[in-house]
């Protein structure tokens, strides 16, 4: 089963940066990879989702110019870069992946990834 691991979350201040690294133990089962984030009282959304063997990345609307998913096949590892931090970004943000299969990889819900990380922190202050 393929692991995720997590990491790069923290305290910053408004305005600022942070990268969350996900690293998967199983990339043959890394068809679709994507960061999810929840705030207590809230459903996890999807930020941003990519297709590891290419195509377009998808960002919610919120994030849209801040956030940016990248990956080095290398190392197993997806990345997400956070610019311009605001404080409605505070949550927990989680790495997920799953295989190929019906719907398409900016449409499928945190129930949806059969493989997904324990999450990390990011709390942005005002």
């Known amino acids: 089963q393929a692991q995720l691991v997590e990491s790069g979350g923290g305290s910053v201040q408004a305005g600022g940066d942070l990268r969350l690294s996900c690293v998967a133990s199983?990339?043959?089962?890394?068809?679709?990879m994507g960061w999810f984030r929840q705030v207590p009282g809230k459903e996890r959304e999807l930020v941003v989702s990519?297709?590891?063997?290419?195509?377009?990345?998808y960002y919610a609307d919120s994030v849209k110019g801040r956030f940016t998913i990248s990956q080095d096949n290398a190392k197993n590892t997806l990345y997400l870069q956070m610019n311009r931090l605001k404080p409605e970004d505070t949550a927990m943000y989680y790495c997920?992946?799953?295989?190929?299969?019906?719907?398409?990889?900016?449409?499928?819900?945190?129930?949806?990834?059969?493989?997904r990380g324990q999450g990390t922190q990011v709390t942005v202050s005002s």
């Open positions: 997920a992946a799953r295989r190929p299969g019906p719907g398409t990889c900016d449409t499928w819900s945190w129930s949806d990834f059969a493989y």
């Open positions: 199983d990339t043959y089962k890394t068809y679709c």
């Open positions: 990519i297709v590891t063997s290419g195509g377009r990345p």
